[in-house]
């Protein structure tokens, strides 16, 4: 149980594109979904809270118009990175709270993202 | 806000050996200590987690240990095996409801040597 997934698990694109991201609870349903990322040989870092039905809380300095989420059912928050560039590439990984939880925290296998 | 020391950076020991990795915590409200192993390419796994009313937990060959005087826990790898090389996240959370989050430390990479 505890299976989180996202999709897609790499993804190559060209400057100034916007990319989807969608990560999915498998078999339990999430009320807050969180959002990481994470460069080469360093820690996690948060970049957004979201919860289900509302809108998305963001850490310091992670811009919300250029990381959109979306966390549109107890199952699926969507992460879009707008007019990517070179600098957005990067390791995002998603994670999700199961319900009715306050702390086991289970973690999506992570997306590569290319800006070419 | 929290703040999550690791220590060692890195780490290798010999199949069989014992592994020790530590973490300090700054904000006392903390109240959950998960350790999630990353293997290359991969996102996190949860292999074990202690509450702040335990003072040590045991899952088979790993075991955490909490010192909430200390702020401090650690993570014990019995019997390494060469498959537990990976790198290790410990992280730590006060409840606050659903706005907490988890607070990560720096990462140990840990290699097991034949």
């Known amino acids: 149980g505890a299976v989180v997934s996202q999709h897609p698990s790499w993804v190559i694109c060209k400057s100034g594109t916007s990319v989807k991201i969608e990560c999915r609870s498998l078999?339990?349903?999430?009320?807050?979904m969180f959002w990481y990322r994470q460069f080469p040989k360093q820690s996690l870092m948060l970049m957004a809270t979201?919860?289900?039905?509302?809108?998305?809380?963001?850490e310091q300095g992670v811009e919300k118009d250029k990381f959109l989420i979306n966390h549109a059912s107890l199952t699926l928050s969507t992460l879009t990175v707008t007019s990517a560039h070179p600098e957005d590439s990067s390791f995002y990984i998603c994670?999700?709270?199961?319900?009715?939880?306050?702390?086991?925290?289970?973690f999506g296998p992570g997306t590569r993202l290319t800006v070419l | 806000g929290e703040n999550v020391e690791q220590h060692p950076s890195t780490l290798s020991v010999q199949e069989g050996d014992s592994a020790v990795i530590k973490c300090t915590y700054s904000?006392?409200?903390?109240?959950?200590f998960p350790w999630y192993k990353q293997e290359l390419g991969k996102g996190p796994q949860l292999i074990i987690d202690?509450?702040?009313?335990?003072g040590e937990k045991k899952d088979q060959r790993i075991a955490v240990t909490l010192n909430k005087t200390a702020k401090h826990f650690s993570l014990h790898i019995t019997e390494t095996q060469p498959e537990d090389s990976a790198v290790y996240f410990c992280?730590?959370?006060?409840?606050?409801?659903?706005?907490?989050?988890?607070?990560f430390g720096t990462g140990t990479r840990l290699q097991v040597t034949l």
């Open positions: 994670s999700a709270r199961p319900f009715p939880s306050y702390n086991e925290q289970f």
């Open positions: 078999d339990f349903q999430a009320t807050t």
């Open positions: 979201s919860n289900e039905g509302s809108k998305a809380t963001y």
């Open positions: 904000d006392s409200a903390s109240n959950y």
């Open positions: 202690i509450r702040s009313n335990v």
């Open positions: 992280a730590a959370r006060a409840y606050t409801g659903t706005a907490s989050k988890l607070t």
